[in-house]
């Protein structure tokens, strides 16, 4: 019974409303918001994790860039959060007055830092082939990005952030 095809679906696989899964073009991408809104895409694969922390599991540290909120234990793993967001120079700050901050950890040769954001939108699959190079972007954010995807008309372009250039900048000293 659960060997049969038609268990799952109710349908027939012969039948023309039988539907066979595309097969995904692209890379895999999350999809994510700073808090100006401006939306920014990170390769699925240089993600170690996300997570949804309550500010008051943050614990602040003094005398460290402004950058930088505070730290937060993973699993035993002390993990430095950043404001993404200022990190690239946007001019809206993080509110951290709410009850969960989105954090997406990087990590790179045992070095684990979490970009504090304000939204996760979603993954998506993303090719690299239709990514291109990026177009009016400020000075201060340049470094860090890789490229972008047109998302269609009347919509703004879909930027592909860099992690480990963010993760060794220089900038984290100031």
Known sequence: MVGNPDFLTGQNPDS???QELETPEGELHLRFFIPSRFELALPATGIKEVISQSPD???PIPNVSPLLL???NMRGRVIWVA???QFLGDSVPLNTDRTEIRVIAIEDQDIILGFAVDDINEIAWLSPEKMRSPTQIPDNMAPFIRGEWDMGEG???LRLLEPISVLRSARWAA
């Open 83 to 85: 404001d993404l967001g």
């Open 155 to 157: 919509q703004k372009p």
């Open 16 to 18: 023309p409303e039988f």
């Open 57 to 59: 599991r943050m614990t």
């Open 70 to 72: 505070g730290t937060l």
